[in-house]
């Protein structure tokens, strides 16, 4: 029965859409993959280069571009590479005890940060070690600082930092900018031909032939925005509801459920990677539909009372609605009418 059911399935090969998916061919950033590479070639020469940092909107390749270059230099000139992503491990002590960790340098001991980063030294010997920092807009700002000051300063690290927003680049305490004086890569997002030519790729590894028509394409792309995640996810979404309606091909009307599951999908998961009191907060301006800054305090300080945790001081309140901002989940602009700075807040659409 599965069996048959799998066979009328217009996915043909699921892993194309995983999110751990490396593409072999990148459309429209191979001027940004050429210059990556040039900026990377004198680590193979064992020469000391500049290190990176990548900016771009989300689904724009700074990710698979990334861990792409790490193989390729891994593989083919057998440099070192680390991927770290800075929203699951955010602290320097955390991300060196992956790094040793991911090279088996050392047991499971509890051991000093300073005999840790010997260790590292006498282990790579000179040889150069490339840390790609993935996600670094999701650390505190003191916490990147501390995370970029202490990597640069372990000789042959190189970094590859990688961020929404050159803003962040700008915000770092000067010391810790001037130690990583990084040469700065911008991704633009994709033009809508080329989410279009992505899709179509994408569709041929793990679609049934004749799945999605040009038409149809062009309607994901085009609602996708430049964002290349959000189009792949509507695509398989639309081929997984054209499945439940035993359809033979993607049909508009499976493009727009699908479009909806692949948007609530990210902000889920950029939710659950936030804490309690974000989701907390999170919950109330959507529940008000919008809520202006007092209003929001208040609720948010019975909210927690109700659900037993210990509130946050105001300022850290604030930081909490930043954050939010800062992931796009939530968009303010001030009260009209109201004297002062009162902000009223709405959940991005
Ligand atoms: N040029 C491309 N060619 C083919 N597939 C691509 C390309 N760029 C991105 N993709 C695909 O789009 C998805 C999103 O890409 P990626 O995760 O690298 O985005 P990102 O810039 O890191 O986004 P975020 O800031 O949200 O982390 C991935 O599944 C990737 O396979
Ligand atoms: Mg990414």
Known sequence: MTKKMNERSLIANASAFAQAYIPSIFVARQPEITRLRSYLAPLVRKQPIKNIWIHGPSGAGKTCVAKFLLNELEEQHQIKGVYVNCWETETFFSILDKVVRDFRILGAERLSTVYKMERLENYLQSKPLLIVLDELDKPSPKERDSIIYNLCGIPSVTLICICNS???????????????????????????????????????????????????????????????????????????????????????????????????????????????????????????????????????????????????????????????EEVDLVTSARALGIKGNVRVFRVRR
Request: net charge positive.
């Open 166 to 324: 050159r803003y962040f680049y700008y915000i770092l305490d000067s010391r810790v900018r001037s130690r990583l004086d990084a040469v700065l890569l911008e991704f633009k997002p994709y033009a809508l031909e080329d989410v279009q030519e992505i899709l179509r790729q994408r569709a041929e590894l793990g679609l049934k032939p004749e799945a999605a028509k040009q038409a149809v394409l062009r309607k994901v792309a085009r609602l996708a925005n430049g964002d290349a995640r959000i189009a792949i996810q509507t695509l398989r979404h639309a081929a997984s509801y054209a499945d439940v309606y035993a359809g033979d091909r993607i049909q508009a009307d499976h493009v727009k459920s699908g479009h909806s599951i692949a948007r609530n999908a990210k902000k889920k998961y950029v939710l659950g990677k936030l804490s309690d009191h974000h989701q907390l907060i999170y919950g109330i301006i959507q529940d008000f539909g919008e809520v202006r800054s007092g209003e929001l305090w208040k609720e948010y300080l019975l909210r927690c009372k109700q659900a037993g945790m210990p509130s946050a001081a105001p300022r850290t309140f604030s930081l909490y609605i930043k954050k939010l």
